[in-house]
């Protein structure tokens, strides 16, 4: 396979990827949190935060690095395409309407195209340019996945589509990056700080869990969770063949 076609390939892949967990923000916190009032306010600051989940996903999914311009850019699309969105809406509805994945795909768009044309920020002290900051939104990740995205998955059928596509884009990622590529744009911060690299294959997990002094053979925890998602891929795959037949 071409360079250009495994590009192409990684870059789509990032699209999905960052717009269906920008998608499972915004709805499952949104059929959290619908019956506070002001609801547009709500809807609103939920949305920009999943912009913000969205453009970060694309710029390090894309880019295998923590680009803030790439960032920026995506972000201030989807911002643009979230507030159109969110004018055009007169009844706010629940489950989450899937027109909101149009913004949520132009900051995707916008960020995983110009993480490479754009350079990244120069190296500072603060916090969000930091390989912590990274580790935190690993730690987030980790939270909300298993947290929120697994059980709701598991009551309700109308995550599933997406978490699916979550897990199957992840799969084409991985390989492609040689490994986690949040791992690598932590990684890459490490190395501009001076401190030693987390193994790609093993991951964040792994690492998290050696330091609490849990030892793990180093690909278990990327083989569970490869079968993890094999294995609920599979289920709701089953699942919805079952339902077409059904309708017959």
């Given at each position: ?150 059980p709701t998955c598991i009551a309700w059928k ?45 991951g964040f997990i792994k690492n998290v869990l ?39």
């Amino acid at each position: 396979m071409s360079r250009a076609i495994r590009v192409s390939l990684r870059t789509a892949a990032a699209v999905i990827f960052s717009t269906a967990i920008g998608f499972l923000f915004v709805a499952l916190f949104w059929q959290l949190c619908r019956e506070l009032p002001p609801k547009m306010a709500v809807l609103a600051a939920i949305g920009a935060l999943s912009i913000l989940v969205t453009s970060i996903y694309a710029a390090v999914t894309a880019g295998g690095e923590l680009n803030w311009n790439a960032v920026t850019s995506g972000g201030g699309v989807g911002i643009l395409g979230m507030g159109s969105w969110l004018m055009s809406q007169t009844n706010l509805q629940s489950p989450i309407p899937h027109t909101i994945l149009i913004p949520l795909t132009l900051s995707s768009v916008a960020a995983a195209a110009t993480v490479k044309s754009l350079p990244s920020r120069a190296a500072t002290h603060r916090f969000y340019s930091t390989s912590r900051f990274v580790s935190v939104v690993h730690l987030l990740q980790g939270v909300f996945l298993f947290g929120v995205v697994l059980p709701t998955c598991i009551a309700w059928k109308w995550p599933r589509p997406f978490a699916a596509a979550l897990i199957c884009s992840a799969f084409v990622l991985w390989p492609s990056w040689g490994g986690c590529p949040l791992t690598m744009a932590e990684n890459k911060l490490r190395l501009r700080e001076g401190k030693a690299i987390i193994p790609p294959e093993e991951g964040f997990i792994k690492n998290v869990l050696d330091r609490w002094g849990v030892p793990l053979w180093g690909h278990a925890v990327s083989s569970a969770l490869h079968g993890i998602g094999v294995c609920l891929c599979s289920w709701w795959g089953i699942e919805w063949l079952m339902s077409l037949f059904s309708r017959r």
